[in-house]
Nanobody
Framework: VQLQASGGGLVQAGGSLRLSCAAP????????MGWFRQAPGKEREFVAA????????YYADSVKGRFTISRDSTKNTVYLQMNSLKPEDTAVYYC???????????????????WGQGTLVTVSS
């Protein structure tokens, strides 16, 4: 499964960006799709996830209320709408896919089977 992440860029604090993660020709009926991020010198951390079937969403506390994850089944694409961005949101953002959902593991990068190439988000103060 090839995941193609895009949409990163430079934005001022308080601004918005929308990231996209596409998987052309792929269906994800039982998958969970996640967004993770990694800042320089830090470990990769969970940002948000969505279950393809049922549309349940999950968020890290640090982004709850500011970020929204969604999916478009017709385009096999997952989105991460990021509002009220802060300098601490600066990181490389990765999308990932896990073939099965588990409530105990969806926040952990090691649970995911497939990864996109990452897209850089820089938030200036």
């Amino acid at each position: 499964v090839q995941l193609q992440a895009s949409g990163g860029g430079l934005v001022q604090a308080g601004g918005s960006l929308r990231l996209s993660c596409a998987a052309p020709g792929r269906t994800f009926s039982s998958y969970v799709m996640g967004w993770f991020r990694q800042a320089p010198g830090k470990e990769r951390e969970f940002v948000a996830a969505i279950r393809w079937s049922g549309n349940n969403t999950y968020y890290a506390d640090s982004v709850k209320g500011r970020f929204t994850i969604s999916r478009d089944s017709t385009k096999n694409t997952v989105y991460l709408q990021m509002n009220s961005l802060k300098p601490e949101d600066t990181a490389v953002y990765y999308c990932a896919a896990d073939r099965t959902f588990a409530s105990a593991t969806y926040r952990f990068a090691r649970a995911y089977d497939y990864w996109g190439q990452g897209t850089l988000v820089t938030v200036s103060s």
